[in-house]
């Protein structure tokens, strides 16, 4: 997958502000349940939100969303407070549901 750009990221964030979390991270961090649901969330909105419900320190966060990151295939694109905003773009252009600027063959629509 390729990464992110500066400007993607932006315009991702802004369209996470309505958004609610889809999943929640308790305090048995990233287990194969969790990796499940983040990996479903992502297939059907390719955007989503996950709290981080036990897990307060900054470190600790980072930490598991990088992990969420690498089992889940998908890029961390913001952690504000307790929530990560997570996007990882349908291989299908068919299904794409979220529009990147300035990407060829970016087909799909706003969300």
Not at 1 to 16: D, I, P, S, T, Y
Not at 21 to 36: D, F, I, S, Y
Not at 46 to 63: G, H, M, R, Y
Request: aromatic residues 4%; proline residues 4%.
């Amino acid at each position: 997958m390729e990464r992110l750009k500066g400007f993607e990221r932006a315009h991702l964030r802004g369209l996470a502000h309505r958004l609610k979390p889809v999943v929640q991270v308790g305090r048995n961090g990233v287990t194969e349940a969790l990796v499940g649901a983040v990996v479903r969330a992502l297939e059907s909105h390719e955007l989503i939100k996950v709290k981080f419900v036990d897990f307060k320190e900054k470190e600790e966060k980072q930490a598991v969303a990088r992990a969420l990151e690498e089992e889940a295939r998908c890029e961390l694109v913001g952690m504000i407070g307790h929530t990560g905003l997570f996007f990882r773009r349908n291989p299908d252009p068919e299904k794409r549901r979220v529009h990147l600027p300035g990407r060829a063959g970016a087909d799909g629509g706003d969300r």
